[in-house]
């Protein structure tokens, strides 16, 4: 089952309008979307994305009848966000949606390949559809490569070490299970040393990023949709790691208004367009109670921005 994560702090950000327009780059199960929805009135609308064709067929198949009309599905990257809604003739919502990242459903299904936990092929592609798999990655990309990856997506200290001992193995065999490839990291790392997090995490989270192209995803859906929010409008985003984390906020930081004294008196604000102001300068985190509940919200941060006026 997929908990969603923060569903009220969620929910509270980001609906001002219940007649408005929403948008939830990352449908899932739908489990921010159907509270979303519930939320709105017979006006509102929600329209949902998701790259991974099975997301849209099982919330296509559970939508609640009365909800069908007011709900919009797309089987698209969100950073193609701005032109499926120009598609579906939609200029300006009231809020934009992110829960980044892998669902339950993604990491549960052994065939997806996104787990060590699950024995399957290296697959770790949301969209099956089109793009190079994890997997491809790993039999082909020179050791250079592989060690660049890991070390900027995964924040692995140990990527060269890893990327050696991966060129080493599929030099004796294809690496072609999930299985195999974390018994690669994890004796290139010396073993579990008792910690908690398995070796390869890191490592399976690098791949993954990088088949699926993650923080560019997340730079194109903010510059083209920040523009197409209305005045009073909110972006709402929930991040898992570091480095998604940082980009939002960098993101965010460069729209949120600064001022500066000039020599000549008076100051000057500066910002990029449109201005924006932090919902809260502190990034919300789940409460111990949800933690302990459902361990995805452990990493999560939740970050809203509120559009304002130029
Ligand atoms: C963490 S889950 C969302 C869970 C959802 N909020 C819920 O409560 O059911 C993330 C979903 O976003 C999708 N996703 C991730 N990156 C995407 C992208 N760039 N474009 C479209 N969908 C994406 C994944 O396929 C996955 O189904």
């Known amino acids: 089952m997929h908990i969603p994560v923060m569903l009220n702090e969620c929910l509270e950000s980001l609906i001002t309008d219940p007649s408005g327009i929403y948008v939830d780059g990352t449908l899932g ?3 921010h979307s159907n509270a979303i929805l519930e939320q709105l009135t017979a006006d509102g609308r929600l329209i949902g994305f998701d790259r991974d064709m099975d997301a849209i067929e099982r919330v296509k198949a559970n939508v609640k009848t009365e909800a069908e009309h007011r709900m919009g599905l797309v ?7 701005a032109t499926q809604l120009d598609r579906l003739g939609i200029d300006q919502v009231n809020g934009v949606f992110l829960d980044l990242g892998v669902s339950s459903f993604q990491l549960d299904i052994a065939d997806r390949g996104f787990s ?8 770790m592609r949301m969209d099956q559809s089109c793009g190079q798999t994890a997997g491809d990655l790993v039999n082909t990309a020179s050791e250079q490569e ?9 924040e692995e200290r140990s990527s ?3 990327a050696r001992a991966i060129v080493d193995a599929r030099g004796k065999v294809q690496i072609e299970t999930t299985a195999q490839l974390a018994g690669i990291v994890e004796r290139a790392k010396g073993g579990r040393k008792g910690k908690r997090t398995h070796p390869a995490t890191k490592t399976f989270q690098a791949l993954r990023m990088a088949v699926n192209d993650e923080l560019a995803s997340i730079e194109q859906v903010l510059e083209t949709m920040a523009g197409r929010v209305v005045v009073g409008g909110r972006i709402v985003i929930l991040t898992f790691h570091s480095l998604e984390d940082r980009l939002v906020k960098q993101f965010f930081n460069r729209h949120v208004p600064r001022e500066e004294s000039l020599q000549q008196g008076g100051v000057r604000r500066y910002y990029e367009e449109p201005p924006m102001k932090w919902i809260s300068k502190k990034p919300v985190i789940a409460s111990e109670e949800e933690k302990s509940i459902n361990p995805r919200s452990r990493s999560a941060k939740l970050r809203a921005v509120k559009i304002e006026e130029e």
């Open 75 to 81: 089987h698209d990257n969100y950073s193609n966000m």
């Open 116 to 123: 060590f936990q699950q024995d399957g092929p290296i697959d």
């Open 29 to 31: 199960n739908a489990g």
């Open 146 to 154: 592989l060690a660049d990856l890991i070390f900027r997506y995964g």
């Open 160 to 162: 060269r070490r890893i």
